[in-house]
């Protein structure tokens, strides 16, 4: 029996305990967040025993194996440490940290306590990107040569996800008072990692250009509104592959829109999650000379919860661990340092 404990009770924690809640071996033994109000409503809702007001005390009194961590950015590297230092193996929410120092830190340390470790980057739950990755790393569609991907979101320019004038939860992402890496650090990192993941390969350099553009308004109350809201990057893979990732909050007619497509010289293969999920396009073999495009139907794959469980179970490490969030949290620390150097830079992730 694997007993974990969730620390922070917001939105995303939710889905957390839905999806660890209905797992056999699995038991939600205890709960935290800093709201009590929150906490035990949390509580009543997913039918945990146990809450707490202070992480701390949650492990120490709780007999544990595991806790995910579905706090704000800033508390991923305090909580992940604490409960490392403990012994116990973590699921923390994407981004790993808020810079990359304590990213590195996290990963060290989840290294050397030997614990599983893992960040949930929410896409990879996509079996048309599991399938897809797959084949390029057998070399389906040949060597690398280039990329394009995009992950597009328009609630600054419609209303359809609520007014982010008067939403809280939308309006703090504008604003890096409140802890935000506006677009690059909030959705950026979901594109990095489904690039990566997807190509198979690291990036080596960063060029990026960062935009905040004017809302009508600086700020409202204490949020001000200066965090980016648009990037673009030209990146170069350690591969030789070049390719584009790019991404904003003003793309109108996107409501939450990824898609990644890599061309090698023997083929071409697409991941567009806002047609599907478990689904993947090919262009491949005797197709490239009829510019024909196939769509693949694949069967479901572990998400994330699933995939963390069974790492905790048989001892492997799960590719989305500490280690790979470094190199998400290094592309973010470089995009910001090649927008104000305005010039390419190498990425070093250790």
């Given at each position: ?83 490392i230092a403990k012994g116990l193996h973590v699921l ?181 999650l806002d047609q599907a999920w478990d689904e993947y ?70």
């Amino acid at each position: 029996m694997v007993r974990l404990g969730i620390i922070g009770t917001g939105g995303m924690a939710n889905g957390h305990a839905a999806e660890f809640g209905k797992m056999k071996g699995v038991k939600l033994v205890a709960c935290c967040d800093v709201v009590s109000e929150k906490v035990e409503a949390f509580a009543q809702k997913h039918g945990i025993k146990h809450t707490y007001t202070d992480y701390h005390a949650m492990l120490e009194n709780e007999k544990l194996d595991a806790v995910t961590n579905v706090t704000n950015d800033a508390m991923h590297a305090e909580i992940s440490l604490a409960a490392i230092a403990k012994g116990l193996h973590v699921l923390c929410e994407k981004p790993l940290a808020s810079n990359l120092a304590d990213a590195r830190r996290m990963a060290q340390a989840a290294a050397q306590a030997g614990v599983i470790n893992m960040v949930n980057f929410s896409y990879r739950n996509s079996c048309g990107l599991q399938k897809a990755a797959e084949l390029v790393r057998k070399g389906k569609i040949g060597r690398l040569i280039h990329v394009e991907a995009s992950y597009l979101q328009s609630w600054l320019s419609n209303r359809a996800w609520g007014d982010w004038r008067e939403n809280t939860a939308l309006t703090w992402r504008l604003s890096t008072r409140h802890g935000s890496m506006g677009t690059l650090g909030d959705i950026g990192c979901h594109i990095f990692d489904m690039t990566t993941f997807l190509c198979g390969d690291e990036i080596a350099e960063i060029t990026c250009n960062l935009g905040t553009f004017d809302k009508g308004i600086p700020s409202i109350g204490e949020y001000v509104f200066d965090a980016n809201d648009s990037f673009v990057a030209a990146v170069k893979f350690a591969g030789g592959a070049l390719g584009t990732v790019h991404s904003s909050r003003w793309a109108t007619g996107h409501g939450n829109s990824l898609r990644v497509r890599v061309f090698g010289d023997k083929g071409a293969i697409e991941v567009d999650l806002d047609q599907a999920w478990d689904e993947y396009r090919i262009c491949a073999g005797k197709d490239t000379e009829s510019f024909t495009w196939k769509s693949v139907k694949c069967p479901p794959t572990p998400n994330n919860f699933e995939r963390f469980i069974r790492a905790i179970k048989t001892g492997k490490q799960d590719p989305s661990s500490f280690a790979n969030g470094v190199k998400i949290q290094a592309y973010l620390h470089y995009c910001m340092e090649a927008d104000k150097t305005h010039r390419p830079l190498a990425v070093e992730v250790k």
